[in-house]
């Protein structure tokens, strides 16, 4: 049985209202527990953020004709080196949508500097290492490399209203 906070809280990232669920129900489900905060969730982009809500709409069927495509892809053991591409270049904005967890330049610079400098920076400067680091994360994210200018802007106004 899932056992909510007492005081269940979510912030809007468009304008910063909390979003209380209310109470939490004795006997709830996990997944009726989701189903009720996603209530609560959509009921407030309708209302309060109706443009929004239009441009999720927009893109997911733009996503939703790429999912259907990589399910069909998937299907088969493709050796063609075109249908491969084409297969990453749907998937990519897939995969950078639902990437939990992001390094800007500054995060990476960071982490090079005040949790591995005691060990790494002995080997090499933090400046040499730089590039090694943002093409290892570039590449283990793929980073840009097939990435859809629509996923682009929605991950570039995330990361500003994140900021905001």
Sequence with gaps: MFEPPITPLTMCRLCNQPIVQGPPIIGESEADHAMRVMRSLVRHLQHSHPEHMKEIAQQTQILSASLYGIQIV?????????????????????????????????????VLTEKLAPTVYKLMAIRAAMPIAKWLRDFLSEEGEFEHATVKQARESTVAIKTA
């Design 74 to 110: 998937q299907s088969y053991e493709i050796a063609d080196p075109v249908m491969l591409l084409e297969y990453d270049k749907a998937r990519a904005p897939l995969h950078a949508l639902t990437r939990k967890n992001t390094l800007t330049d500054a995060q990476l610079e960071t």
